[in-house]
């Protein structure tokens, strides 16, 4: 079963709060591998109208080798426009 909008956004968060962790600790490798995974889930329970940007990140981040900074921008930025678009 899907996730709602609310529920999608508290796991994005908590993707950011595990890649800002590792950039903290080079050495937590674990906190790269846990986002990654945590990521992979979202995308299969993300709503709709975040699947494709959701899948894009962790394709990148996948294909990267843990690209952080590039993945921790891009999940912000989704996150930015999810809540503006919740505030309209």
Same mark, same amino acid.
């Given at each position: 079963m899907p996730l709602? %909008?609310?529920?999608? %956004? %508290? %796991? *994005?968060?908590?993707?950011i709060r595990c890649?800002? #962790?590792?950039?903290? !600790?080079?050495? #937590?490798?674990?906190?790269? /591998?846990?986002?990654?995974? /945590? ?21 990148? !981040? ?5 690209? *952080?900074?590039? @993945? ?7 996150l930015e426009r @999810?809540? /503006?678009?919740?505030?309209?």
């Amino acid at each position: 079963m899907p996730l709602n %909008k609310r529920e999608a %956004k %508290k %796991k *994005v968060r908590e993707i950011i709060r595990c890649l800002e #962790q590792s950039g903290d !600790f080079p050495e #937590q490798g674990n906190c790269i /591998k846990v986002a990654e995974r /945590k990521l992979e889930m979202l995308v299969k329970e993300a709503p709709a109208s975040l699947v494709y940007e959701l899948g894009c990140v962790y394709s990148h !981040f996948k294909n990267s080798g843990g690209d *952080v900074d590039t @993945a921790l921008s891009r999940l912000k930025k989704i996150l930015e426009r @999810a809540v /503006k678009k919740e505030d309209e």
